[in-house]
């Protein structure tokens, strides 16, 4: 099993040892980039938000503290688009 393959299906900012999702929690899938198949828990946002959101990952472009960018998919909100990686805050 791959890095990618280990990844899908488990939770963005999760403990490793709990990573799976809960049936009790709403979630989006992230695609693309640097967290692609992870899933972000969106249980307690408002309907349709966030619209955009900057996500702390090692493995992106900037590597640790950077950001992998993703934006929630007009079509389909249970999807949130990989849009590039930025620099983490300083």
């Known amino acids: 099993?791959?890095?990618?393959?280990?990844?899908?299906?488990?939770?963005?900012?999760?403990?490793?040892?709990?990573?799976?999702?809960?049936?009790?929690?709403?979630?989006?899938?992230?695609?693309?980039?640097?967290?692609?198949?992870?899933?972000l828990d969106v249980t307690?946002?408002?309907?349709?938000?966030?619209?955009?959101?900057?996500l702390t990952t090692e493995i992106g472009r900037y590597g640790p503290g950077g950001r992998a960018l993703y934006a929630r998919r007009p079509a389909d909100g249970r999807r949130f688009d990989w849009r590039g990686d930025a620099p983490g805050a300083p």
Do not use: Q, T
């Open 1 to 39: 099993m791959d890095e990618a393959d280990f990844m899908r299906g488990r939770v963005y900012g999760a403990d490793h040892d709990d990573a799976g999702p809960r049936p009790d929690r709403a979630y989006a899938e992230l695609v693309g980039g640097p967290l692609d198949g992870l899933l």
């Open 44 to 54: 307690d946002r408002a309907d349709g938000e966030p619209h955009e959101v900057a």
